[in-house]
């Protein structure tokens, strides 16, 4: 019933800005967590940023804080990015939570998935 479909990926020059979007259907995001990971070639999957409750708090990994802004309006989360740099790339998932999560930025506390974006930035 839950569906998360990712969009806004592409490729940027480094030191550009990409918004990305993702769309939550048959969900309710009330009291429950929302995230980006992501994933290049040879790494492991990491948290990037998360939301809890429509944006009643926010998290950030620190290779992205104050580069990156996580924001929800209606049923669309977004993420903003700014000053993008090669070591950005990679393929970006949204995920929701089905209730409370001990750490925000750890994909086992996420339900549910979408079908990542890529993200090329260019030296």
């Given at each position: 019933q839950v569906q998360l479909v990712e969009s806004g990926g592409g490729t940027v020059q480094a030191g550009g800005s990409l918004r990305l979007s993702c769309v939550a259907s048959g969900y309710t995001s009330s009291r429950k967590y929302m995230a980006w990971f992501r994933q290049a070639?040879?790494?492991e999957r990491e948290g990037?940023?998360?939301i809890y409750d429509k944006g009643m708090s926010t998290w950030y990994d620190p290779s992205v804080k104050g580069r990156f802004t996580v924001s929800h309006a209606q049923n669309t989360f977004y993420l903003q990015m700014h000053s993008l740099e090669p070591r950005d790339s990679a393929i970006y998932y949204c995920a929701a939570s089905s209730?409370?999560?001990?750490?925000?930025?750890?994909s086992s506390g996420y339900n549910y998935w979408g079908q990542g974006t890529q993200v090329t930035v260019s030296s």
């Open positions: 070639p040879g790494k990037v940023a998360a209730g409370l999560v001990s750490r925000p930025l750890s």
